[in-house]
């Protein structure tokens, strides 16, 4: 903090703004509680924010696969993974194995705003099951044959095991740019 307070051409840059970082079933502060009390006692905001939800790491990915931001569906557990796959101009849909909750995402507005609500990752499998609302299964229907990428918190092994596994991080489902 002294340094951004004494020096004018300093740089303030932060990773992320979560504010909850689940673990082991429990719901820790996350990198948000630090950010903001450098931000209180420096009397500024970050310059830039690297990670999520900045659309750079996304857009990276997208470029790299050669799949274009209407064929690409984020999926994760908070607001800022929605945020991050619209700041991208993908879809996003919101998983509840993690730290949001249904009343969480009914309060989102604009680019927090979650296109889709399923319980966990497992709705992938079955999405007229899972996905709610129910217009959002049309968007849905764009990623059957999806393969995955892992942007989030847990590395991918498989697809596979991430379709299983309840709980996991934020994921990217790029359609391919072949079917």
């Known amino acids: 903090v002294r340094c951004l307070l004494e020096n004018a051409g300093c740089r303030l840059v932060v990773t992320n703004r979560d504010f909850q970082f689940p673990i082991n079933g429990r ?13 209180a006692a420096a009397r500024r905001e970050p310059d830039a924010v690297t990670a999520k939800p900045s659309p750079y790491v996304l857009q990276a990915i997208m470029a790299a696969e050669g799949v274009p931001p209407a064929r690409t569906l984020m999926v994760g557990d908070m607001w800022s993974d929605v945020a991050f796959g619209h700041r991208a101009a993908a879809d996003a849909f919101l998983v509840l194995s993690g730290v949001a909750t249904r009343e969480d995402a009914r309060g989102w507005r604009g680019e927090c705003e979650p296109d889709a609500v399923m319980r966990d990752v497992r709705g992938l499998l079955d999405p007229l099951a899972a996905v709610q609302p129910p217009s959002a299964w049309p968007r849905w229907r764009r990623y059957a044959r999806a393969r995955l990428v892992g942007v989030g918190s847990t590395p991918l092994r498989s697809v596979a095991l991430s379709l299983l596994c309840a709980g996991v991080g934020s994921y990217a489902v790029i359609r391919s740019r072949h079917s």
Request: aromatic content about 0%.
């Open 27 to 39: 719901l820790l502060p996350g990198n948000e509680s630090l950010v903001s009390a450098i931000c």
